[in-house]
């Protein structure tokens, strides 16, 4: 399924939610990412400062793949630097 989000807030929410169809608690979840329980609690609550590394890695253990929507204007030369 395909989401649009614009916010940090939204972000950590999705996150949630598949956390839970898991039925990960935030202390597993967080120990799979590598991160502790305070991180995914921040990011689950949109805290628009962690760490974008940490909340990538958080998405990727989730099963959550984040794409870019890169403008036209963008050349395919710039595309892979």
């Known amino acids: 399924m395909l989401v649009n989000v614009s916010s940090a ?3 950590g929410s ?3 939610k ?3 169809s898991q039925a990960l608690d935030q202390v597993t979840a967080g120990s799979l990412a590598g991160s502790g329980l305070t991180f995914v609690s921040q990011f689950e609550n949109g ?3 962690v760490q974008l ?4 890695q958080m998405l990727e253990t989730l099963g959550i793949r984040v794409y870019l929507d ?3 204007s963008v050349t395919d030369s710039q595309r892979g630097e």
């Open 9 to 11: 807030k939204e972000i």
């Open 14 to 16: 999705w996150a949630r």
């Open 18 to 20: 598949t956390r839970k």
């Open 47 to 49: 805290k628009p400062t």
């Open 53 to 56: 590394e940490k909340a990538l």
């Open 70 to 72: 890169l403008p036209e």
